[in-house]
């Protein structure tokens, strides 16, 4: 699966309003080790840009980590209806 494809997927008004956390998510799902091996930049309109240092990817993948999770733990749990 491309970087790409998955934006081409996932992408919706909701999930653009945070485009770096989108980002690193489709990051993760190309790439190995978690943030360990990703770079984020971020440009902003009138700003210059910025490179998040290696503690703030993290808190960003821990975050997706801890999303999937509960995703996952959702999807386990019978239906208590």
Do not use: F, H, M, W
């Amino acid at each position: 699966k491309t970087v790409k494809e998955y934006l081409e997927k996932n992408y919706s008004e909701e999930t653009a309003a945070d485009g770096v956390k989108l980002a690193c998510r489709a990051l993760l799902e190309v790439v190995e080790a978690g943030g360990k091996n990703i770079e984020v930049a971020v440009l902003r309109a009138g700003k210059e840009l910025q490179l998040l240092s290696d503690d703030e990817v993290e808190v960003i993948v821990k975050g997706i980590e801890e999303e999937k999770e509960n995703e996952e733990k959702a999807k386990k749990k019978p239906d208590s209806s």
